[in-house]
């Protein structure tokens, strides 16, 4: 009997597991959508795990990080955030395929904050000027 139930309950636990990442996923494509963003693309996650020695004990962690590309003003715009924590990043413009990091990371924007940081005159990465189209949606 316990041979029978533990497979079971292993595959309830993975199939939880897989939900929780793409809810998560689905709940950040929201909160862009809520932000003004009309067009959010396919959301990416990123893992990253860390490990840190604390006296004689390794402590390992990991960390998801949830990417969503939005595109404004003829720049596609990279978003990103720590899986289960509140607010978001402006993290990179892809470009002519780079991925150049945004200075300063400016964070929890809205549509009408990302359109005034596209036209105003602080720091851009690198290939902005060849994407950055202040006609267009």
């Given at each position: 009997?316990?041979r ?69 003003k ?64």
């Amino acid at each position: 009997m316990k041979r029978r139930i533990l497979p079971v309950v292993l595959a309830l636990g993975c199939a939880a597991a897989l939900s929780a990442c793409g809810n998560n996923e689905d709940k950040f494509v929201s909160e862009l959508k809520a932000a003004g963003f009309a067009n959010p693309g396919e959301p990416s996650t990123e893992k990253e795990k860390k490990s840190k020695k604390i006296g004689k004990r390794t402590v390992k962690s990991s960390e998801k990080t949830i990417e969503v590309v939005v595109r404004v003003k003829g720049c596609d715009l990279e978003f990103a955030k720590i899986s289960g924590q509140s607010g978001y990043w402006l993290d990179e413009l892809h470009v002519n395929g780079q991925e150049p990091d945004w200075p300063g990371y400016p964070e929890n924007l809205n549509r009408e904050q990302t359109v005034a940081l596209l036209a105003g005159s602080s720091a851009k990465p690198n290939g902005f000027t060849s994407c950055y189209q202040p006609n267009e949606a």
